[in-house]
């Protein structure tokens, strides 16, 4: 015998619906808690039925439609409220794991769309700090024009200059690539890329603030 046709031997639909707040009449009729009942629509006893709305079923149809709980759930909370003498130790670890095993696919799937958010997000930063680097080394090469040798020669351009190419590379990838090389960028190259980025920002910064400063 499984937990609902136990549930069943033990509990009819109107014990659990009178123990659970439904007034029900000497003759059996209720105002149905299912729809909006004016007068008595609703036949109870082992089964329930309502004439107007035209629900219907056994009491753990009734307990779940009025709980809003799984057909399981209701035959557990009936046990539970009712003291019933029913054995369930192995249904409710079954259901227990059951949760888990629910719970930890929808904690891996919330995971998994962070990692893509976060890829997404990382690849539109990265065309941006990019993009600018492109220009701050275009305004640096412009700002060198006509200027003495040592800062032409300075470590800062020659860094910049090493960049470039590879920023270049790294543009094609993001802005032109297959999802796969973009991923492959945001795993093994994505400090790489921002630090790159940052030191031609800054050399950029110190060329054109300390020739700024000297002329
Ligand atoms: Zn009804």
Known sequence: MNIFSEVKEHLTAR????????????NGTACCPFHDDKHPSMKIDKNYHCFACGVGGDVIDYVSRMFGLSQYDAAFKLIGDFSLPIEVKGKTELNAQEKERIRRKKAEQERITRIKERFEKWCNEAVDILRDSLSEIKSVSDFLIGKPPDIIFSEDYAQILHAEPLINYWLDILCMGEVSERQELFLKDRKKVEEIAGKVCAGGKRIMGCSRGSA
Do not use: M, N, S, T
């Not at 014990?15 to 000497?26: F, S, T």
């Open 15 to 26: 014990q659990a619906a009178e123990y659970y707040g439904l007034k029900v009449r000497r």
